[in-house]
């Protein structure tokens, strides 16, 4: 389904047509430098594209807590977010875990932080079953070309010169 996560007729409608056990929420504005230059793409998608979905999630999941399949006793919100949201690392710094503080330093990983927050507070507001996960860097087919692994193969298959940000120390991890 093609479709705009801030439309909760769209998203309620899939509820109801598909009955899933899980709702993976991927869907993200995702490109720090883009966020930077028009953050309020990021905030819509990010913020309210998110609690469109939790809204309804929990919905369907009262909705379906009394139905007799275990579907809905197994439900669960995933949030797929980001390691962006604990700030950035010095080159002697320990790697972050699920324990390192919050500290966004761009509009996309303050949004995606807002949005762990929103589903956090759906789990301890109304019971929702969540989970959050905060990976590094993806990367995988039909990733957008603005992206570091397919700019770069493109502009290196057009022998174009490859873009490189700082001095070329920093690392990034990658799934």
Do not use: M
């Amino acid at each position: 389904v093609h479709g705009d996560i801030n439309d909760a007729a769209l998203v309620n409608d899939l509820f109801t047509t598909y009955n899933p056990h899980a709702l993976i929420h991927f869907a993200a504005e995702s490109h720090v430098d883009r966020s930077i230059g028009d953050p309020e793409v990021f905030l819509t998608t990010n913020i309210l594209g998110t609690y469109t979905l939790l809204e309804a999630a929990l919905t369907y999941w009262r909705r379906r807590t009394n139905a007799p399949d275990d579907r809905i006793s197994k439900f669960r919100f995933l949030q797929v977010s980001t390691d962006e949201v604990y700030g950035s690392l010095g080159p002697q710094d320990a790697p972050f875990t699920e324990t390192s503080p919050v500290s966004p330093n761009s509009p996309y990983s303050a949004s995606k932080a807002a949005a762990d927050h929103l589903v956090r507070a759906f789990h301890e507001t109304y019971g929702l079953p969540t989970l959050t996960t905060r990976c590094s860097n993806n990367y995988g087919p039909y990733q957008y070309p603005e992206k570091l692994l397919p700019l770069t193969l493109l502009r290196a298959l057009r022998d174009e010169p490859l873009v490189l940000h700082g001095d070329g120390q920093q690392i990034r991890d990658w799934l």
